[in-house]
């Protein structure tokens, strides 16, 4: 990608060094040239990542099931949900299928949201989303939302994990974290400490001084304050409902294990994954997990409650649990759909990988939904 590269040696020229998380940004996000903003990054076998979605329809059906459930208990009746981070649009158009054919009476009253920067984004999934048009409305930020606030649910599927992070190196010598940043050398983009830290230290990991005597010179781990902020910002948008992420991701203590020492950070090239995170620029994804104790923190200091943080598996067993539990008479499911099911809930593919953090207004504790699959 030459005009990305140029976009940002310029930007290099100015400073001489950029923070990682800045240099993800452009990578990833750069109007045009950014790997999420071409259209050829696909999902699925032929792209360079798999999501639930690639998996097949089954998991936006059981999600459209469970957001029934909840949207049931919304006033006023119908309410919205906001999908933020649509991609192609399938995960969107698996859920509004699923409502429009199994409970068209929800359905006419639901407003369904997408939150998308990216024009060329809104552009594909206008044209997939194109049999629900007059029922999908777009917003480019939380600032362009309408003023009252969200009720019904807020979700996001694998969004949190590519938000730009800072990466962060102990030195031990002198007890603190020192931060990473990006310099082009040559035709190459290298690594060079940041005299003048981008992150402000109050997002530094926090060490006892039992872990601070022990933590070996050169341990390495990211931090994402993008991701708390956003969820903030989607916290404070509910009025009345839930707020839910899947995604892979650790509690903050886990970030800080033996095992963790280089970080999470990963580059994915059609599958494949890789340590060169400065290479292949606009062509390969840029990944980190999420810190869960983070986002959950923000939702709770916003003034939401927490219902549960679940493996996927759980969460996708106890909704079809539900449905089973409230429609007796619903017939078998065919050898397709049980083979997505075992591919979003075994433990080998996708059932504990991906986790699902709920928070909620103003309701206490989760509890699966029940409407018919078949």
Same mark, same amino acid.
């Given at each position: 990608?030459?005009?990305?590269?140029?976009? !940002?040696?310029?930007?290099?020229? %100015?400073?001489?060094?950029?923070?990682?998380?800045?240099?993800?940004?452009?990578?990833?996000?750069?109007?045009?040239?950014?790997?999420?903003?071409?259209?050829? /990054?696909?999902?699925?076998?032929? +792209?360079?990542?798999?999501?639930?979605?690639?998996? %097949?329809?089954?998991?936006?059906?059981?999600? &459209?099931?469970?957001?029934?459930?909840?949207?049931?208990?919304?006033?006023?009746?119908?309410?919205?949900?906001?999908?933020?981070?649509?991609?192609?649009?399938?995960? &969107?158009?698996?859920?509004? %299928?699923?409502?429009?054919?199994?409970?068209?009476?929800?359905?006419?009253?639901?407003?369904?949201?997408?939150?998308?920067?990216?024009?060329?984004?809104?552009?594909?999934?206008?044209?997939?989303?194109?049999?629900?048009?007059?029922?999908?409305?777009?917003?480019?930020?939380?600032?362009?939302?309408?003023?009252?606030?969200?009720?019904?649910?807020?979700?996001?599927?694998?969004?949190?994990?590519? !938000?730009? *992070?800072?990466?962060?190196?102990? /030195?031990?010598?002198?007890?603190?974290?020192?931060?990473?940043? *990006?310099?082009?050398? +040559?035709?190459?983009?290298?690594?060079?400490?940041?005299?003048?830290?981008?992150? &402000?230290?109050?997002?530094?990991?926090?060490?006892? &001084?039992?872990?601070?005597? *022990?933590?070996?010179?050169?341990?390495?781990?990211?931090?994402?304050?993008?991701?708390?902020?956003?969820?903030?910002?989607?916290?404070?948008?509910?009025?009345?409902?839930?707020?839910?992420?899947?995604?892979?991701?650790?509690?903050?203590?886990?970030?800080?294990?033996?095992?963790?020492?280089?970080?999470?950070?990963?580059?994915?090239?059609?599958?494949?994954?890789?340590?060169?995170?400065?290479?292949?620029? +606009?062509?390969?994804?840029?990944?980190?997990?999420?810190?869960?104790?983070?986002?959950?923190?923000?939702?709770?200091?916003?003034?939401?409650?927490?219902?549960?943080?679940?493996?996927?598996?759980?969460?996708?067993?106890? *909704?079809?649990?539900?449905?089973?539990?409230?429609?007796?008479?619903?017939?078998?499911?065919?050898?397709?759909?049980?083979?997505?099911?075992?591919?979003?809930?075994?433990?080998?593919?996708?059932?504990?990988?991906?986790?699902?953090?709920?928070?909620?207004? /103003?309701?206490?504790?989760?509890?699966? +939904?029940? /409407?018919?699959?078949?």
């Amino acid at each position: 990608m030459k005009e990305l590269l140029e976009i !940002m040696r310029r930007e290099l020229d %100015g400073c001489g060094v950029i923070s990682f998380a800045r240099f993800m940004e452009l990578a990833l996000y750069c109007p045009e040239f950014g790997f999420y903003d071409r259209l050829t /990054n696909t999902v699925g076998k032929r +792209g360079h990542f798999y999501t639930s979605v690639a998996v %097949g329809s089954l998991f936006g059906e059981l999600l &459209a099931s469970q957001f029934a459930h909840w949207l049931a208990d919304v006033q006023p009746a119908g309410g919205q949900v906001l999908e933020a981070g649509a991609h192609e649009g399938q995960l &969107a158009s698996d859920i509004l %299928g699923w409502l429009s054919s199994k409970r068209g009476d929800l359905f006419e009253k639901l407003e369904y949201w997408i939150l998308e920067p990216s024009p060329r984004r809104r552009q594909s999934q206008t044209r997939k989303l194109e049999p629900f048009a007059g029922k999908v409305r777009w917003f480019k930020s939380w600032r362009d939302l309408p003023e009252a606030r969200i009720h019904g649910v807020i979700f996001a599927n694998e969004l949190l994990d590519a !938000m730009p *992070v800072h990466r962060l190196r102990w /030195n031990a010598r002198k007890k603190s974290w020192f931060e990473w940043g *990006v310099a082009a050398q +040559g035709d190459q983009f290298v690594w060079r400490m940041l005299r003048q830290p981008v992150l &402000a230290p109050s997002h530094y990991p926090r060490l006892s &001084a039992e872990l601070e005597a *022990v933590l070996p010179d050169g341990f390495t781990t990211e931090v994402c304050p993008a991701a708390v902020e956003w969820w903030t910002q989607a916290s404070l948008a509910l009025g009345d409902g839930r707020l839910l992420a899947f995604d892979y991701g650790l509690a903050a203590d886990e970030f800080l294990l033996p095992e963790r020492a280089g970080g999470t950070l990963r580059a994915y090239y059609r599958h494949r994954p890789s340590d060169d995170l400065l290479g292949r620029v +606009g062509e390969q994804d840029l990944t980190a997990h999420v810190n869960f104790t983070a986002i959950q923190r923000a939702g709770e200091s916003a003034g939401l409650k927490s219902e549960g943080l679940l493996t996927q598996a759980r969460f996708l067993t106890s *909704v079809v649990e539900a449905v089973w539990q409230a429609q007796a008479t619903s017939g078998p499911w065919t050898s397709q759909l049980v083979r997505q099911f075992q591919t979003l809930t075994h433990p080998e593919h996708l059932g504990t990988k991906f986790k699902v953090l709920i928070q909620r207004s /103003n309701r206490p504790t989760w509890e699966p +939904g029940g /409407n018919d699959l078949a």
